[in-house]
């Protein structure tokens, strides 16, 4: 049972190591929410590089969902470019791959939707 209220928007915040940034500067966008100011949220490519590099099942259905919402038109090679520029530091999955498998649904997905 959760104590938020169904209103409130559900945020997730992310620490990214300085480093990082500096050779990944994030393309955030600023977003005024009303009582708490002006919020600068990462955009949906920065959010995809991520959730792929996670990998995890849950982040690869967020990725799927993103770019159903978004139609697809997302900066696609943006994306694919970090995500080989990760795939050589990730040992497990294969970001790239979880990204082109999440693409080929978000794909269908709309297919089926607009037909």
């Known amino acids: 049972c959760s104590s938020r209220p169904k ?6 915040f992310r620490w990214v190591h300085r480093d ?5 500067p994030p393309r955030a966008v600023a977003v005024d929410f009303p009582g708490l100011g002006p919020l600068r949220l990462t955009g949906p490519e920065d959010l995809i590089i991520h959730k792929c590099a996670a990998g995890r099942a849950r982040d690869m259905e967020d990725v ?3 770019q159903i919402r ?3 038109g997302l900066h696609l090679e943006l994306i694919r470019t970090w995500l080989r520029q990760f795939r050589e530091a990730i040992e497990a999955d294969d970001p790239l791959k979880l990204f082109e498998g999440a693409t080929s649904q978000a794909e269908a997905a709309l297919h089926r939707r607009d037909n």
């Open 20 to 24: 990082t940034t500096r050779r990944h």
């Open 7 to 12: 209103t409130a928007p559900l945020l997730t």
């Open 70 to 72: 978004q139609r697809l």
């Open 64 to 66: 799927v969902g993103i």
